[in-house]
C-alpha cells in the first residue's frame, strides 16, 4: 500500500477490523433501524414539507385569512385556470357573494391537497365556506424529476406513506412501463420514509432565500389571489409543452375523443387513492366548510368517482369534462399545452365552474 | 449518476453484493470493469468508445517503451502516448477554446478569417482518465514502474468507476500492485470507510447543493446585488466548490476502500493552509502533484534562478486554470493562484521578522491566503471576464452596485459552517467514532445519517468537477 493511500484513512483505520458477514449484516440492520427511528422522530419536528410554490402560496393565503371565504385546491390545470377574479363576478351576479383564493399547486393530486388543507387547518381563513376540490386522483408525469403522485416526494410523512404502499401495489399500468414506475415509486416512497429534505426550509430562510413580496407578488398576485396565467414567466417544460402541443394538435384532439367517450388513457388509477375524497370532506367539515368537487377535461376520472358520487360518498361532484355542456373547455384555442388552459381559457373555464358552484349551492339549499 | 442520488445507492448495493461474492480475483476484476463502464455508460454512453481508446492506447505504448533499449523508439512511443491522450483532451475540451482565441487574434491582427468550428460536447471525466493514462506511460518511460501485462489490469485502472469521473488522479504504480492481490473483507476498516462516506455525503448533500442556491441567485444577475453580496456570493462558492469536490473525493475514495481498494487522498484541510504554498498541496492534492511530477518537474522545477523558478510556477498554475476549462478566466484564475504562491515564497525568502505570537501569524497567513482564494474564485465561478470584471468593479465600487442584499443570516451560516471545518480539524472526529464499539458506531451513524437526509434535496445536483 502506498503512502498516500494509507494516508486517506490511517487516522482512524480499525487496528483490526476482522470483518465478517454475520458481523456485518448485524451492523447494517442496526444502522437501518436506528434511521429509520430516527426518521420518524425528526419528523415530528422538522417543518412540513413542501417546495418553493408551496412557500409562496401559504404566505399569500395568510394575507387573506380576514376576508376569504371559498378556496380552490387542485392541480396546475386549476392553478393556471381558475381566476378567482373571474369567479367571484359570476357568483356576485348571481347573488352570491364569494372571495376566492386560488390554493392549487403544479403536480398536486388529491393526497398532496388533502395535506395541504392540513395544514390550512392549521391556521383557517375566519369565514371559510367552501372548498372546490379538482378530481385529479393521480398526477402520471413521467418527466425525470416527478414520480408518480408529482409531489409525493415533498408530502412525506408516515400516513402518505401508509396509503402509497397499496396504491403502487394497485398500480395498472401497461407491462413495459411497469418495471419503471414501480421502480420510480418505490424511491418515492423510501425518500418519505426517510424525510429526505424536511429541513430545506429551515435551510432557504437561513439563507436569507425565504419566500419575499416580490416574489409573491410576480408568481401570484396579490391582485391575482393565488391566480396565475400560465403565459407569465413560463419554466422549460411549460415551452416545451406548448412547442409540442403547437406542432402536435392531432395528439391533443386523439385525448380529448379518448375523454369524451371516457375511455380513460392507460393507468387508471385504482380504488386507492378514493379514500382521500373521504377524507378531504371529513377535514373541510371540522372547519366549518363543504366541499364540491369538479373535474376538468383533462382529468383522469374513472368510474370508480362517479359511481362514489352517484352512492352519496362524495357531497358534490361537478363534471365539467362533459364537452356537450362545455364545449369550449375541449377547444384548442383555449388550451396553452393540452393540458392547461390560456388566460382565456381560464376566464371561460372560471364561467363555468362559477356557475356550475352556485347551481349546486342552490340545489343543496332547496 | 451522482454519489448522492437514489441510482447510485442500488447501483453500489449490487455492486458490493456481488464483489464480495465472487471468489476468484480474476472474475471480481472482470464483474468491477464491467461494472465501471455500466456507471460511465449510464452518465454518458456516446463517449465510453474514448475511455477504451485512451486505455487500449496507452497499454501498447507502454509495453513498446519498455520492450525497447533504444531513447528514440521509447521517446516515440511516449509521443505518440502523450500525442493520443492530448488530442483527444484537444478535440474534446480545447478546440473551440484554441479556435476562439485565434479568431480573435487574428482579427485584432487585421486577418477576418472563419474558422471552422466543432459541435462537439465534453467527454464525462476526460480531463482526469486521460492525464491518468498519461502518468502511466511517462512513468514507464521514466522507468519508475514496469507496464502491465495484463490489458484488464490497465483497463480497470482507468476505468475504475469510483474515480473515473472526478478522480482523485490515481498512479498506475499506486494501483496496479492492489489489483495484484486479492482483497479480503476482514481487512477492510469498514467503520472508518462509512464515516469518510457519510462525512463527503453531508458536504456534498446538506452543504454544497444547499448553499450553491446563494451563489446561483447571485450569479443569475449579479448587476442587481449590493458589493456585500457579491462578496459574500464568492465566500459561499468558495464552500459550496471546496465541499462539493471534497465530497465527491471523500465519497468515492470510501466507496473505493469498501470495495477492497485504496485510493489517494485529495483534500487536506486546505482553507487552514497558512500560505499559498501549503494551501496548493492541500486542495486537490492529486492534480497538484500530477502537474509537479510531470509538467513543473519536466520544465526545470526549483531552480535556482529564481525567475526561472517563479516561471516555470507560473506556467503549471496557468496549467492547472487550463485543466479546469477552455476558457482565458480560467487561466488568469490559475495564474493569480501562481501570483499568491509567488508572493509567499518572496515573502518567506526575504526571512521578513514579523513580532507576533505564532498563532496570529499563522492565523493571519490562513486569513490571507483564504481570502485570496475567495477573491479569485470571481474569475473561476463567473461565465466569461467581462461578468468578472464587472463583479470585481461593484466590489471595488467603481462600478455601481444594485440594491438586493442577502442579508445578515447568510453570514452567520457562513461563519457557523466555518467553525464546523476548524471543528473537525482541530477535534477529528473520526478518531472518536473509531473508538466506539461497533454497536454504538453504528447506531451514531443511523442517527447523523437520518439528520443528513433531512438536509438532502430531491432535485439532483451534479458534482461541479464534472464540468472538467
Not at chain 1, 387573506?64 to 356576485?92: I, K, M, R, W, Y
Not at chain 1, 399547486?105 to 387547518?121: D, K, S
Not at chain 2, 442500488?10 to 464480495?20: E, I, P
Not at chain 2, 452567520?412 to 473520526?430: D, K, W
Amino acid at each position: 500500500m502506498n503512502d498516500q493511500g494509507e494516508k486517506s484513512v490511517s487516522a482512524m483505520a480499525d487496528v483490526s477490523p476482522g470483518n465478517t458477514p454475520l458481523g456485518t449484516f448485524r451492523n447494517g440492520l442496526v444502522f437501518l433501524l436506528t434511521l429509520v427511528a430516527c426518521t420518524l422522530l425528526l419528523g415530528r419536528v422538522l417543518p412540513p414539507a413542501g417546495d418553493r410554490i408551496t412557500a409562496i402560496k401559504t404566505a399569500g393565503l395568510g394575507q387573506h385569512l380576514s376576508d376569504c371565504n371559498l378556496l380552490v385546491l387542485g392541480s396546475s390545470a386549476s392553478f393556471h385556470g381558475v381566476n378567482p377574479a373571474v369567479f367571484d363576478a359570476v357568483t356576485a351576479e348571481q347573488g352570491l357573494v364569494t372571495h376566492t383564493y386560488n390554493m392549487a399547486m403544479p403536480g398536486t393530486c388529491l393526497a398532496e391537497n388533502y395535506h395541504i388543507l392540513e395544514r390550512i387547518a392549521g391556521e383557517p381563513p375566519a369565514d371559510l365556506r367552501w372548498i372546490l376540490v379538482e378530481a385529479e386522483t393521480v398526477m402520471r408525469v413521467r418527466n425525470s424529476g416527478y414520480f408518480l403522485t408529482a409531489k409525493n416526494i415533498a408530502w412525506h410523512d408516515a400516513s402518505t406513506t401508509r396509503l402509497t404502499i397499496p396504491y403502487i401495489a394497485g398500480l395498472e399500468l401497461a407491462p413495459l412501463m411497469e418495471w419503471k414506475s414501480h421502480w420510480r415509486s418505490g424511491v418515492s416512497l423510501t425518500y418519505n420514509l426517510l424525510g429526505v429534505g424536511r429541513g430545506l426550509p429551515w435551510v432557504e430562510s437561513s439563507l436569507g432565500l425565504g419566500v419575499t413580496d416580490e416574489e409573491s407578488a410576480r408568481w401570484i398576485g396579490p391582485a391575482r389571489n393565488g391566480f396565475r396565467p400560465v403565459s407569465i414567466e413560463p419554466d422549460h417544460w411549460d415551452l416545451k409543452s406548448r412547442e409540442f402541443f403547437l406542432k402536435n394538435p392531432g395528439h391533443f384532439g386523439h385525448r380529448m375523443r379518448l375523454l369524451v367517450q371516457e375511455r380513460v388513457p392507460v393507468g387508471e388509477p385504482s380504488m386507492t387513492a378514493l379514500p382521500y375524497f373521504r377524507r378531504i370532506v371529513d377535514l373541510a367539515s371540522s372547519m366549518g366548510a363543504r366541499v364540491i368537487f369538479y373535474t376538468l377535461q383533462g382529468s383522469y376520472v374513472g368510474r370508480e368517482v362517479v359511481a362514489m358520487a352517484k352512492a352519496g360518498q362524495v357531497d358534490s361532484l361537478v363534471r365539467l369534462d362533459d364537452k356537450r355542456r362545455y364545449p369550449e373547455l375541449f377547444d384548442v384555442e383555449y388550451s396553452y399545452d393540452g393540458t392547461h388552459f390560456t388566460e382565456e381559457g381560464a376566464a371561460v373555464l372560471s364561467r363555468y365552474l362559477a356557475n356550475a358552484f352556485v347551481q349546486d349551492e342552490r340545489e343543496l339549499r332547496r | 449518476m451522482i454519489f448522492t442520488e437514489h441510482r447510485f445507492a442500488a447501483f453500489f448495493a449490487v455492486v458490493f453484493l456481488v464483489h464480495w461474492a465472487l471468489r476468484g480475483r480474476e472474475s471480481r476484476k472482470v464483474f468491477l470493469l464491467a461494472a465501471s463502464y455500466g456507471f460511465y455508460a449510464a452518465s454518458d454512453w456516446r463517449f465510453l468508445s474514448l475511455i477504451l481508446v485512451s486505455t487500449l492506447g496507452d497499454f501498447i505504448a507502454a509495453r513498446g517503451i519498455s520492450a525497447s533499449q533504444d531513447v528514440r523508439v521509447r521517446r516515440l512511443w511516449l509521443l505518440g502516448s502523450l500525442a493520443l491522450n492530448l488530442g483527444l483532451l484537444g478535440v474534446f475540451k480545447y478546440y473551440g477554446f484554441f479556435v476562439d482565441s485565434a479568431s480573435d487574434v487574428l482579427s485584432w491582427l487585421g486577418f477576418g478569417v472563419s474558422l471552422p468550428v466543432l459541435q462537439v460536447g465534453l467527454p464525462l471525466g476526460i480531463s482526469f482518465y486521460s492525464f491518468q493514462t498519461m502518468s502511466y506511460t511517462l512513468d514507464v518511460h521514466a522507468r519508475r514502474m514496469e507496464p502491465t501485462r495484463r490489458l484488464l489490469d490497465m483497463a480497470l485502472f482507468v476505468g475504475f468507476f469510483p474515480q473515473l469521473v472526478a478522480g482523485p488522479i490515481v498512479r498506475a504504480r499506486e494501483f496496479l500492485p492492489q489489483l495484484a492481490r486479492t482483497p479480503r473483507w476482514a481487512d477492510v476498516p469498514v467503520k472508518p470507510l462509512l464515516w469518510l462516506f457519510l462525512v463527503g455525503f453531508f458536504k456534498k448533500a446538506c452543504v454544497s447543493d444547499n448553499i450553491s442556491v446563494l451563489v446561483d441567485a447571485y450569479f443569475l444577475d449579479p448587476a442587481l446585488h449590493t458589493s456585500a453580496s457579491a462578496l459574500l456570493a464568492l465566500l459561499v462558492f468558495a464552500f459550496q466548490i471546496y465541499c462539493d469536490f471534497s465530497g465527491y473525493s471523500d465519497m468515492a475514495i470510501a466507496c473505493a476502500g469498501l470495495l477492497g481498494y485504496v485510493l489517494p487522498q485529495n483534500f487536506d484541510f486546505p482553507f487552514l493552509a497558512s500560505n499559498s504554498s501549503q494551501f496548493w498541496n492541500r486542495w486537490h492534492m492529486t492534480l497538484t502533484r500530477w502537474l509537479h511530477d510531470y509538467v513543473f518537474s519536466a520544465l526545470g522545477g526549483k531552480l535556482r534562478d529564481t525567475w526561472r523558478r517563479y516561471f516555470n510556477l507560473m506556467v503549471t498554475m496557468a496549467l492547472v486554470g487550463l485543466w479546469h476549462g477552455a476558457a482565458w478566466h480560467f487561466v488568469l484564475w490559475g495564474l493569480l493562484q501562481g501570483v499568491g504562491t509567488i508572493v509567499y515564497r518572496t515573502w518567506h525568502k526575504a526571512k521578513v521578522t514579523v513580532r507576533l505570537p505564532r498563532i496570529l501569524r499563522l492565523g493571519f497567513g490562513t486569513a490571507v491566503t483564504f481570502s485570496w482564494f475567495v477573491l479569485g474564485s470571481v474569475f473561476f465561478r463567473s461565465d466569461n471576464m467581462d461578468v468578472a470584471w464587472s463583479i470585481v468593479g461593484r466590489i471595488l465600487g467603481v462600478i455601481e452596485a444594485g440594491p438586493e442584499s442577502f442579508g445578515l443570516a447568510p453570514w452567520l451560516v457562513m461563519g457557523g459552517l466555518a467553525l464546523v471545518h476548524i471543528g473537525f480539524y482541530r477535534l477529528r472526529p473520526e478518531r472518536t467514532m473509531a473508538a466506539l464499539s461497533d454497536g454504538s458506531f453504528y447506531v451514531v451513524l443511523g442517527v447523523l445519517a437520518a439528520c443528513c437526509l433531512a438536509f438532502t434535496r430531491a432535485d439532483v445536483r451534479p458534482f461541479i468537477y464534472f464540468k472538467f
